[in-house]
C-alpha cells in the first residue's frame, strides 16, 4: 500500500489525509515535534467574522520531529502539526504549477526514527518541511454537508471552529478560493485538495496518504475510531443522504 485512492470526485474536491485518517498509529509514520515552543496562531488567514486568526497554535523554530517508524510517506500528519510534505512532493508541487502552500518551513531535523537515531538506519527519512496554507480557502455548506456542531456549539457562526459529524464536504457556491490545496470554513482540521493536486499525487507516485471524493467524505464525532467512513452510494444506509448526481455540480466553473 502507498497511496490510497477512491477515485474521481463529482465536485472535483478531495479531502486528503493520513490513511484510515488515523493521524497516529497508522500504516506510515507520523511525527510527534521534539522540544516544541508554539507561538499564537496566525499567517492561514482571519476570520471575516470574528477577526481571529485561524488555526492552531504556530511551531517555533527550529523544528525536530521524531518519526514513528521507518516507514516514511510523502505527507506527514502529527500531534501539533498541520501538514509536512517531502522534498519530493515539494518539487513536484512547484513544477506541477499547483497553489495554496503559502510558507515552507525550513528542513526538519530528524533526531530519531522509532527507539533509533536516523544515522543507524540505511533506510534514511527523505528531508521533509511544514507547509502552511490558508483556511480560508471555502466555506462549507452546512446544510448540503450535513454539519453537525452541538456538542461544544462554536463561538462564531463565520468561522464554526467546532464541529461534531458532516456527510459529504460541500461548499457554498462561490467561496472557493481557487487554491489547490486549502483548509475551509467551517470544517476545522480537514485538508482539501482539487483535482490537479490529486493528478500530482498520483503521476508521481507520492505515498503515505488517503484521497477521498469530498462528497463521499464523511465524518463522524472524534474519538470514535478515526471518526472516519467513506460513503457508499450504493449501500441503502448511506444512500438515504447521498445527493444524487444533479446535486454534485462542481461549486464553481
Ligand atoms: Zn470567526
Redesign the pocket.
Known amino acids: 500500500m502507498s497511496v490510497r485512492d477512491h477515485g474521481p470526485s463529482a465536485t472535483g474536491f478531495y479531502i486528503l489525509q493520513p490513511i484510515d485518517g488515523d493521524r497516529v498509529w497508522g500504516y506510515f509514520a507520523d511525527a510527534l515535534p521534539v522540544r516544541a515552543e508554539y507561538a499564537p496562531p496566525g499567517g492561514r488567514g482571519v476570520?471575516?467574522?470574528?477577526?481571529?486568526a485561524l488555526g492552531s497554535c504556530r511551531w517555533r523554530l527550529p523544528h525536530r520531529i521524531e518519526l514513528s517508524k521507518a516507514k516514511y510517506g510523502d505527507f506527514v500528519w502529527g500531534a501539533g502539526i498541520d501538514l509536512l510534505m517531502s522534498a519530493k512532493a515539494l518539487d513536484a508541487y512547484r513544477a506541477a504549477g499547483l497553489t495554496g502552500i503559502i510558507e515552507i518551513g525550513p528542513t526538519i531535523e530528524v533526531v530519531r526514527v522509532g527507539s533509533r537515531k536516523p544515522e543507524a538506519l540505511k533506510n534514511q527519512p527523505p528531508e521533509y518541511h511544514e507547509v502552511i496554507y490558508r483556511l480560508d480557502g471555502a466555506d462549507l455548506d452546512d446544510e448540503l454537508s450535513h454539519a453537525r456542531r452541538e456538542t461544544v456549539p462554536p463561538?462564531?457562526?463565520?468561522?464554526?471552529?467546532n464541529m461534531d459529524s458532516v456527510k459529504g464536504v460541500f461548499f457554498k457556491q462561490g467561496s472557493w478560493r481557487r487554491a489547490d490545496i486549502f483548509g475551509a470554513l467551517g470544517l476545522p482540521g480537514k485538508t482539501v485538495i482539487t483535482e490537479p493536486f490529486r493528478a500530482m499525487v498520483l503521476r508521481e507516485g507520492l505515498v503515505g496518504n488517503e484521497i477521498v471524493p469530498a462528497e463521499r467524505y464523511w465524518k463522524y464525532r472524534e474519538p470514535y475510531a478515526s471518526g472516519f467512513h467513506l460513503c457508499d452510494p450504493q449501500d441503502p444506509g448511506d444512500s438515504e443522504v447521498w445527493f444524487p448526481p444533479e446535486r454534485n455540480l462542481p461549486v464553481v466553473m
Open positions: 476570520c471575516p467574522g470574528c477577526r481571529q463561538r462564531c457562526k463565520v468561522c464554526r471552529m
